[in-house]
């Protein structure tokens, strides 16, 4: 299975700040990577799939980079709404798996 | 607007096996695999598996062949899972997640959750 390491685990910023979250591959998963926001009370959303290619809906400060082994999640001039858990999810093979989330704070 | 709506929380004994579903609207539900996915309490997400309804294909994780058991119903545009043999380590939240055809996809609506709790 492919093991996906994600950091960093916890992260506090202020609105209107840019974050970046990693997520690092234990093989090539060439560009199949998504990353999903999950808040208590509400569905898991999808952001971002395919390394970069924003989901319908998604706002543009979110931007996803990478391919091969390691990628990216950043979100520029963090807006209140933002403040949350995400998680990245390898989906080039199966079993698909996730990284172990990354919590985002309000400073 | 696509929904999936998932049945209500459960507690089941050590033991026992328990069925929850996903009920799918907005969207049609042989046109898409449906995925399910564990969430222990603090803990991370792992897939489960995923059934083609069309065509009533499953796809498992090793880890959850024997425990979990996936159908779909198309007349009610549902998809099931039955969870057997039941532990404490059973006791999480079980999303369903829908994707498009195909290895190389993503889940771009999830379901609400199912918490299931095993206990005496």
């Known amino acids: 299975d492919v093991q996906m390491t994600q950091s960093p685990s916890n992260l506090a910023a202020s609105p209107g700040e840019s974050v970046s979250i990693n997520c690092k591959a234990s093989k090539s998963i060439s560009k199949y990577l998504a990353w999903y926001q999950q808040k208590p009370g509400k569905a898991n959303k999808l952001l971002i799939y395919?390394?970069?290619t924003l989901q319908s809906g998604t706002p543009s400060r979110f931007s996803g980079s990478g391919s091969g082994t390691d990628f990216t999640l950043t979100i520029r001039n963090l807006e209140p709404e933002d403040f949350g858990l995400y998680y990245c999810q390898q989906h080039n093979e199966y079993p698909f798996t996730f990284g172990s989330g990354t919590k985002l704070e309000i400073k | 607007e696509v929904k999936l709506q998932q049945s209500g929380d459960e507690l089941v004994r050590p033991g026992a096996s328990v069925k929850i579903s996903c009920k799918a609207s907005?969207?049609?539900?042989?046109?898409?695999?449906m995925h399910w996915v564990k969430q222990r309490p603090g803990q991370g997400l792992e897939w489960i598996g995923a059934i083609i309804p069309i065509i009533d294909t499953t796809e498992y994780n090793q880890k959850f062949k024997g425990k979990a058991t996936l159908t779909a119903d198309k007349s009610s545009n549902t998809a099931n899972m039955e969870l057997s043999r039941l532990t404490s380590e059973d006791s999480a939240v079980y999303y369903c997640?829908?994707?498009?055809?195909?290895?190389?996809?993503?889940?771009?609506?999830w379901g609400q959750g199912v918490m299931v709790t095993v206990s005496s």
């Open positions: 395919s390394g970069s």
């Open positions: 907005g969207y049609t539900f042989t046109s898409y695999s």
């Open positions: 997640a829908r994707s498009r055809f195909g290895v190389r996809q993503y889940f771009d609506y």
